[in-house]
């Protein structure tokens, strides 16, 4: 009990410190290894074996992918098609917002990468058009959290790693869900643009032929996901061997066919791959530690006891432990809470008979809340630094859009077969 007490406490009194998690992790973690005698002698081993897995691999793949499309402008042609297509609408560039981070979602796979893109691009614009700059923000932030829902998903690979689930099946489960949750931002965007006159100053006549430019120009990124994801769907190459698809599809298209990437760039793109990534990997690692520490000192197996002996149902569980992480995720990031909450949750969704591609998806879009939750959703401090506001400002203004977002995801607690709908017809 007292190396539970320690290991708890020494997390606890970190993270209030505003240690950053991975550090906090790791060291709660290997701390407690070395001084309660857990095993200290495979932390080591424990280092390279917690990220060499095959399927880890696609993470800093998809990674590098993500900044070779950014730099190849491929937001950039996205968001001048969707805004052409709804020209005129009012709340037209909400629209496009939200329309354009759905897509890049699918590209991406992270909730800042795709904030950060879509902002640079479209939060200009929208606060040049009369739109409030924290509602701009907020919409941006918002939108973005659907990129670890719509495949491919860094969080759905990690959440395959841990349970052992296909991640073929995961990307496919998330198509659906995606577009529900991305449904009900673009309604909430419709109605606030609507009801505060955003977007109602009607644009000029579209030049004959640029809506057929706009597409043509873009039609190399509408691509992208469709043989990413259809190569995974059609049985061609596993998530892992799609990712290097991606990094050299991107290149080809980039390098060659919109020659906006140059040979001289590579370097840069590496490099801010390589740190993405490494921060994504630390977190993996040091996670793990905390994790394993937990394990043996028997912190998880009092947890799981604790939720199963106050469940009455699989669905009132899924419920609590949907409020658990909606509550993790104003204080954590979706990685860490991945392998602080699943070796609890796993021997409980077997108890219960839970589909776990099923949970799988309510899991992801739980976490995805807690990117625009705060006081530490990422998303929310990346949009805040980009229309140069405060957090406080750009949280009020996202609470319709949070709202929204857990009403989709109750429904698809309450009704699995959205989720399950389309890996069951492929096949997974």
Request: aromatic letters at 10%; charged letters at 10%.
């Amino acid at each position: 009990m007292d190396a539970a007490f320690y290991i708890l406490g020494v997390f606890f009194i970190l993270m209030l410190l505003g240690v950053p998690i991975a550090v906090n992790l790791g060291v709660a973690g290997i701390s407690a290894l070395f001084i309660f005698d857990l095993g200290y002698q495979s932390v080591g081993v424990n280092f390279i074996s917690g990220i060499a897995s095959f399927p880890l691999l696609a993470i800093p793949f998809f990674v590098l992918s993500g900044v070779i499309l950014d730099r190849a402008g491929f937001a950039a042609r996205i968001a001048k098609l969707f805004e052409l297509l709804v020209s005129g609408l009012p709340g037209g560039l909400a629209m496009v917002t939200v329309g354009t981070c759905m897509f890049w979602g699918a590209l991406s796979g992270s909730g800042p990468a795709t904030t950060a893109a879509v902002g640079f691009i479209l939060l200009a614009p929208m606060v040049k058009n009369g739109y409030d700059k924290n509602f701009a923000a907020a919409t941006i932030a918002n939108a973005s959290d659907i990129s670890i829902i719509i495949p491919p998903s860094i969080a759905f690979i990690i959440y395959g790693n841990l349970t052992g689930t296909s991640v073929s099946a995961l990307f496919a489960a998330g198509v659906l869900p995606g577009i529900l949750v991305g449904a009900g931002i673009l309604a909430v965007a419709a109605v606030i643009s609507a009801k505060r006159g955003y977007g109602k100053a009607a644009r000029g006549k579209r030049a004959p032929g640029e809506l057929s430019k706009a597409l043509k120009e873009s039609v190399w990124a509408l691509l992208a996901p469709v043989i990413i994801l259809g190569g995974i769907y059609a049985g061609v190459f596993t998530p892992t061997e799609a990712a290097v698809v991606a990094v050299v599809y991107s290149l080809f298209v980039g390098m060659v066919l919109y020659r906006t990437v140059r040979f001289g760039d590579l370097v840069a793109i590496f490099v801010d791959a390589g740190v993405t990534s490494a921060v994504i990997m630390t977190i993996v690692v040091f996670a793990g530690y905390f994790s394993l520490a937990a394990s043996t000192i028997g912190v998880i197996d009092s947890l799981t006891n604790f939720i199963l002996t106050r469940s009455a149902d699989a669905l009132t569980t899924i419920l609590m432990i949907n409020l658990l992480l909606l509550v993790l995720g104003m204080f954590l990031d979706a990685i860490s809470i991945s392998y602080l909450i699943m070796p609890v949750l796993m021997p409980v969704l077997a108890k219960f008979g839970i589909d776990p591609v099923w949970y799988g998806v309510i899991f992801i879009t739980a976490l995805a809340i807690g990117q625009t939750t705060p006081p530490v959703g990422v998303n929310l401090f990346t949009a805040a630094n980009l229309a140069e506001t405060d957090i406080d400002s750009v949280s009020k203004a996202v609470v319709p859009y949070v709202c929204a977002n857990v009403a989709a995801l109750v429904i698809l607690s309450l009704f699995p077969s959205i989720s399950l709908f389309l890996p069951q017809l492929l096949g997974f």
